[in-house]
């Protein structure tokens, strides 16, 4: 059977808001499972805490403002002494306190509401400091600044100057954290009172410590001069006080592939890739060779490539060979294309008469027409001329002509469009 919640009001705040919020809370608690890795990330308590009692301060202002500001002095006072600490004004101010997308903060106001009303009625005079006393003493989500943990210890370097004043305490002014000191760069160590790789102590008074960058390739150093330098990075050897960058690629500190070759840089080196006609290379391009790729062949000091189609290497029937980069390929003559591996010659299509999609009825009034057309011809000859029957036998013509487009224009167009 799990624990029970215990009675008083204060006691069982304390207890569901510690489930809840899966934090540390009193002896009689479970122990809350550790969270996932995956789970994504959440404000901590703490800071949902002090941004809850940051908006309830700024609402106390903004009552007081919007309720008096100006007209009768007595008046004012004596509605003022009333209203300061009345309920109503603690409803105002606990409306605006989260905002509408804020869950965090309505869920902690949910959990934590009559605690802020026995503040509120009955602590205000004895506990003026609303987040000391919320926040830390009856929640117990957050530390004094200074202090991490759920034991509320203090952070290296004191709680003063936390890290020394140059860096973050991890978890600082919450219960959780590892108390670890972030250090700002340049600055190193347990509580960053010291200086980092690659800087030297410049002045130091006290608490106060300054620490300047070293000279270029140097990771410890006496002062900011190149000869100062009292160890180098990696990738540079200290010889007399100075850091010399090292060869890399003419000893046997590089590590390249077969087929790379090695280029020194300022403390570290790269591998690159050999030119395509070598196999193995001292450097860049078909100059630098150890030997050459198939397909190429030495000609004087570089790797060149071969012409295959110097000899005869297309066996097939109607093929041609066409030189490549280190290789060759072959390819169907022109007028030839390949088929089933093999190069045919290529068929090219017979172009059709206009006549030759034509149907069957079509070539019938096709027919029609030119036995009309010769007809009126020969009325035409025989009225000698006669603008009558020549006007009739023009007509006639575009009358046929006509009817017969209207029957198969589309294909006509089309077939004129292809040549035919």
């Known amino acids: 059977m799990g624990p029970r919640p215990p009675r008083g009001l204060v006691p069982a705040l304390l207890w569901n808001l510690s489930l809840f919020l899966s934090l540390p809370g009193p002896v009689w608690l479970q122990p809350s499972p550790p969270p996932q890795p995956s789970a ?40 003022l002494s009333k209203y300061k600490d009345s309920e109503t004004r603690l409803v105002e101010v606990l409306e605006g306190v989260c905002s509408k997308s804020d869950f965090e903060c309505h869920r902690l106001l949910e959990l934590s509401e009559e605690l802020v009303e026995s503040w509120w009625f009955h602590k205000q005079q004895e ?33 003063e100057r ?3 004043g140059y860096g973050q305490c991890e978890g600082e002014g919450t219960r959780g954290g590892s108390g670890r000191c972030d250090c700002q760069a340049g600055y190193g160590g347990e509580a960053c009172r010291q200086c980092g790789l690659g800087y030297f102590e410049a002045e130091r008074i006290a608490s106060h410590l300054v620490c300047s960058a070293c000279f270029g390739a140097c990771a410890r150093c006496s002062g900011p ?49 050999c030119a395509k006609a070598c196999l193995g290379c001292m450097g860049a391009g078909p100059g630098r060779c150890k030997k050459c790729s198939p397909g190429y062949q030495q000609v004087g000091s570089k ?6 189609c110097e000899t005869e290497v297309c066996p097939g029937e109607n093929e041609q060979c066409e030189n490549t980069e280190g290789g060759y390929r072959c390819i169907c003559a022109e007028g030839y294309k390949q088929i089933e591996g093999t190069c045919v010659k290529e068929q090219l299509p017979e172009s059709a008469g206009f006549f030759s999609e034509m149907t069957e009825d079509e070539l019938v009034v096709l027919q029609q027409m030119f036995f009309g057309v010769i007809i009126c011809a020969l009325a035409t000859l025989a009225a000698k001329g006669d ?12 009358a046929m002509t006509g009817y017969w487009l209207s029957e198969r224009s589309d294909r006509v167009l089309e077939g004129f469009i292809k040549g035919r």
Do not use: M
Request: net charge negative; with cysteine.
């Open 162 to 164: 936390p890290c020394g």
């Open 225 to 273: 001069e190149e000869s100062n330098c009292l160890q180098c990075k990696k990738g540079w050897a200290l010889h007399h006080l100075k850091c010399v960058d090292i060869d890399e690629c003419g000893t046997e500190r590089a590590s390249c592939g077969a087929n790379q070759f090695c280029v020194n840089t300022e403390g570290s080196y790269e591998c690159r890739d």
């Open 40 to 79: 994504p990330l959440e404000p901590h308590p703490c800071h949902t805490c002090r941004g809850l009692v940051d908006s309830f301060n700024k609402g106390l202002e903004r009552t007081i403002r919007d309720n008096f500001g100006g007209g009768n002095t007595a008046w004012e006072e004596e509605k």
């Open 127 to 159: 506990a003026p400091d609303l987040f000391q006393w919320l926040c830390s003493d009856s929640l117990k989500l957050c530390c004094p600044s200074g202090t991490f943990g759920p034991s509320c210890l203090p952070c290296p370097g004191g709680t």
């Open 303 to 308: 790797c060149l490539d071969v012409d295959e």
């Open 387 to 398: 603008l009558v029957f020549t006007a009739i036998f023009i007509g006639a013509v575009a």
